[in-house]
């Protein structure tokens, strides 16, 4: 490298005012430096950064970011891993923040939390692609399986990916003295167009040894109820501990937020993670593999996450493919009553694991009380002050005084932070898990997207354990979608899949979601199961097209196309199937008494 190119001088960052309109906005300006750290030369401009409304300008160029000089902070991150971050944009208090990365590539390296924005107003992110020179992932083709003596070989990826056998152990990713501490969650995926392999299951491998063998063959020794096809790709994530290091970009209590043109090629967990932030707009963005790469995993976990957002939520005319978990996750939080400590005042536990930290409620928010054994939203109070004694309990006091009949155990659910959500124009494919995934009671609409899943491609689901997500949904427009090739894992589901997972406390026959409609939709499916529905209050299935297909084995051949428990004024009318399929409606007692219909062609 020359001496101008080592100059810092040839490192453009200076900080200057620009009059935007009626506002004063300090901009800082940075050109790539070859070969440069760029991680510290970020941390000082953004420390010098002297106002509250900040742009920071990208040249286009590639970046490169490591950990070493990262700022470094204790995260609480929903639905990932806790703990000390190396960050590389810690962005927080800002009363506007814009990032332009005019078309730039910034290439991660390690275990970095690239984006954290927290308590910032009007966050703007725009042109600007993210991925790691090394994924914290290993692959290998199949070449042979043996299920009497319980093993598989593969032939591991190289170029391009970090691993090595150590004691009879695979270690990945290798990377800065970090490796996984088994393989994971494991999936295999054809080799061609990079989707699961029809009727995949899941495992959770954990090799008793891996042995070395000619011409660079791993063999891993393991009895599983499951062999990957030989010739399909079988890709590891790492363990569950771990395996959830930081989202791509994370918003934590931000306001008016908006992401346009950004494509993440890698993250160490979610792509975008937002928790009690209101109005969203993911727009024109993706999350996928780039072009040519031998990699078949994007995102480690869900392409987006919203935990107890609210006012408008829109996602726009974005593409997401081969993440390990949803395209979306909408949800609220169900905390448990631990204790009820005066007439106002109640103490209040976070369940799960990945929820440790969460700040379930503030001062001023409205809360719903669920009582046992009813899942319905009872009362409403509002809090006047919170007091956190740790990252599980806190001690909620509240205006007016608590329900008679609350007792301990019973849920909690914030009414103040819930969305109404968008998803429209989207392609969601070729990944782990479900497509759109919905527990809010805003209204809701998901239309004009092209969908294909290895789960179901919609999924309700309202938790009262393990997840502890709440929760119903009361408004669901589901029109004009395009539905090819779903539920194609060995797991059991549906194109659209209703079923609350309510704790043995409960009423496992009260109704919990409602007022779903389902219309207008192209469903081109192998299988039969299309709406699998438990517990819904008003669920409209009018106008679709059904067309059987060719594209993979039916896995269910004896199922119905609609089936019903315990359901209430369901309506299925003028919709047409083409194929041979002669199962159509399945209904519990409960479920006929209301059940309509009428107007249907092709069963």
């Not at 970020?42 to 970046?63: C, H, N, P, Q, W």
């Not at 914030?414 to 527990?439: E, S, Y």
């Not at 007022?515 to 299309?530: C, E, L």
């Amino acid at each position: 490298m020359g001496l101008k190119k080592r100059k810092i001088g040839l490192i453009i960052v200076w900080l200057l005012l620009a009059s935007i309109g009626a506002e004063a906005k300090q901009v800082i300006a940075i050109d790539p430096v070859e070969g440069a750290d760029m991680t510290p030369i970020i941390r000082a401009a953004l420390e010098g950064a002297s106002d509250s409304d900040v742009k920071v300008v990208f040249s286009k160029g590639t970046y490169s970011f490591r950990p070493d000089y990262a700022a470094e902070q204790y995260c609480y991150i929903t639905n990932h891993g806790n703990g000390l971050k190396k960050i590389a944009f810690p962005l927080e208090g800002f009363d506007s923040i814009e990032i332009e990365g005019n078309g730039s590539e910034f290439i991660f390296h390690g275990q970095i939390a690239p984006f954290r924005f927290e308590d910032c107003d009007k966050v703007t992110v725009s042109n600007l692609t993210i991925d790691w020179d090394i994924p914290f992932i290993f692959q290998g083709e199949v070449v042979a399986t043996n299920s009497e003596e319980g093993w598989r070989d593969l032939k591991p990826f190289t170029e391009g990916f970090s691993w090595m056998v150590s004691k009879g152990q695979l270690k990945f990713p290798n990377i800065d003295g970090f490796s996984y501490t088994a393989l994971g969650s494991t999936l295999p995926f054809d080799p061609i167009i990079k989707r699961i392999m029809h009727g995949a299951w899941e495992t959770e491998s954990h090799p008793r040894w891996v042995e070395e063998r000619a011409n660079g063959i791993l063999r891993f020794h393991e009895p599983l109820k499951y062999y990957p096809p030989v010739g399909s790709i079988l890709s590891s994530k790492g363990d569950r501990e771990h395996d959830r290091y930081a989202p791509a970009f994370e918003a934590k209590s931000c306001r008016d937020i908006r992401f346009e043109n950004i494509v993440i090629h890698h993250a160490l967990g979610m792509g975008f993670l937002f928790e009690r932030s209101e109005d969203i707009t993911i727009s024109n963005s993706g999350i996928y593999l780039r072009p040519g790469t031998p990699r078949v995993i994007s995102s480690t976990a869900d392409a987006t996450h919203f935990c107890n957002c609210r006012g408008d939520v829109l996602i726009e005319n974005c593409r997401f493919e081969n993440m390990l978990g949803d395209g979306t996750n909408v949800h609220g939080t169900y905390v448990e009553v631990d204790k009820i400590i005066g007439e106002r005042t109640v103490r209040v536990g976070l369940k799960h694991s990945e929820q440790m930290g969460f700040e379930f409620a503030g001062s001023g928010d409205e809360i719903w009380f669920v009582h046992q054994p009813s899942p319905e939203r009872a009362t409403v109070n509002e809090v006047v002050s919170v007091s956190v004694i740790n990252d599980r309990f806190s001690v909620l006091t509240f205006k007016n005084p608590l329900p008679k009949k609350l007792t301990k155990g019973d849920l909690l659910e914030n009414k103040t932070w819930n969305p109404d959500f968008t998803i429209r124009g989207c392609v969601i494919r070729n990944h782990r898990a479900r497509n759109i995934v919905l527990k809010t009671p805003g209204k809701i609409v998901i239309e004009d997207n092209d969908l294909s899943s290895m789960m179901s491609s919609i999924f309700f689901r309202g938790e009262s354990f393990f997840w502890f997500e709440s929760g119903g949904v009361k408004d669901v427009l589901v029109q004009n979608n395009r539905f090819e090739h779903c539920v194609y894992s060995g797991v059991e589901q549906a194109v659209m899949w209703i079923t609350p997972r309510l704790g043995a406390g409960f009423d496992q026959d009260a109704l919990y979601d409602r007022n779903i409609r389902f219309v207008n939709n192209t469903i081109n499916t192998f299988d039969n199961r299309i709406v699998w529905a438990d517990r819904v209050d008003g669920l409209i299935i009018k106008g679709n097209t059904i067309t059987q297909t060719h594209t993979g084995e039916p896995l269910r051949p004896n199922a119905h196309l609609f089936d019903f428990t315990n359901c209430r004024n369901v309506s299925i009318t003028d919709n047409e199937y083409k194929g041979t399929h002669t199962k159509s409606v399945l209904a519990d007692k409960a479920t006929k008494a209301s059940l309509r219909v009428k107007g249907n062609q092709g069963f």
